[in-house]
């Protein structure tokens, strides 16, 4: 009974380390110092004692399987979780028939800024729309894309930061 609550706790401390270190990588690169100080005290936390669990007793090859288990795991349970919790500003481009402006109208109605591009591509002029919004929008803005055309074509950017313009406005709301 020992040696499996042993092991139970090195996976759980593995899991939980390496999802909080992938939430505060992503906090890193978004700029959010303090969250991610705060998340990489606890993480280191538990990755100390997770370690010195399996560095005691190193005569259990089991404990270093469960372990590199708990790492693996913890590494995609840790991407599932952000995709949840969605942080975020993103920047939706997507090109459209110049001669067709009724998504434009669609995403403003949905209460999108929308700015629109002339481009020029393989089948003619194209309108180019740049969308800010916030990752937890997503799903809302690929609905409203497929409700106007499946095939339409969409690239999706991180925005680091945002200042001014239309997006902060609603934003403070």
């Known amino acids: 009974m020992y040696l499996l609550l042993g092991y139970i ?24 110092r303090l969250e991610a100080a705060a998340i990489g005290f606890i993480e280191v936390t538990i990755y100390i ?24 795991t913890g590494n995609y349970f840790g991407i599932f979780v952000e995709e949840k919790m969605a942080l975020g500003t993103i920047i939706v481009q997507v090109t459209i028939p110049s001669d067709d402006t ?10 999108f800024g929308v700015t629109v591009f002339e481009g020029y591509g393989r089948d003619g002029m ?9 990752r937890k ?8 894309l497929d409700q106007y055309n499946k095939k339409t074509f969409v690239t ?8 001014g ?9």
């Not at 706790?9 to 959010?32: E, Q, W």
């Not at 109208?105 to 949905?110: D, K, P, V």
């Not at 929008?137 to 690929?142: E, F, G, R, S, V």
């Open 137 to 144: 929008n997503l799903n809302k803005i690929y609905t409203i």
């Open 49 to 72: 004692l997770a370690l010195g669990k399996v560095i005691s007793e190193l005569d259990n090859p089991v404990n270093i399987i469960v372990y590199a288990l708990g790492f693996a």
């Open 102 to 111: 009724k998504l434009v109208e669609r995403l403003r109605e949905e209460g």
């Open 126 to 134: 194209h309108h180019m729309l740049n969308v800010t919004i916030l």
């Open 9 to 32: 706790f090195i996976f759980t401390a593995k899991v939980a380390d390496m999802t909080l270190a992938t939430i505060r990588m992503i906090m890193v690169v978004r700029g959010k």
């Open 156 to 163: 999706i950017t991180d925005a680091r930061s945002i200042r």
């Open 165 to 173: 313009g239309y997006f902060t406005r609603n934003k403070r709301k």
